[in-house]
């Protein structure tokens, strides 16, 4: 099992990084690494949603810990036999 973290410091507000954030579908705009992103559902602990990363197979996610203005955990099943 991998574990990935990921820090990064700004001078910006954490409401309007938290509103890029939450906005999943807009994640390719601003993380090139990310062809694109689906949620079903609000930006709350328990949605799921799909993830599409450069060079990658659409996965699904879980968005297992989210804490408002905080920070939040998406836990990625990463298909193996496609």
Do not use: C
């Not at 559902?41 to 599409?52: A, E, K, N, V, Y």
């Amino acid at each position: 099992m991998w574990n990935y973290e990921h820090a990064i410091f700004s001078t910006s507000s954490p409401i309007s990084i938290w509103n890029l954030y939450q906005d999943i579908s807009k994640w390719s705009k601003w993380d090139n690494e990310i062809i694109e992103a689906h949620l079903e559902g609000p930006f709350t602990t328990g949605s799921i949603g799909t993830l599409r990363v450069l060079n990658q197979k659409t996965n699904n996610f879980i968005l297992k810990e989210v804490k408002e203005n905080q920070s939040f955990t998406n836990v990625r099943k990463v298909k193996t036999n496609d």
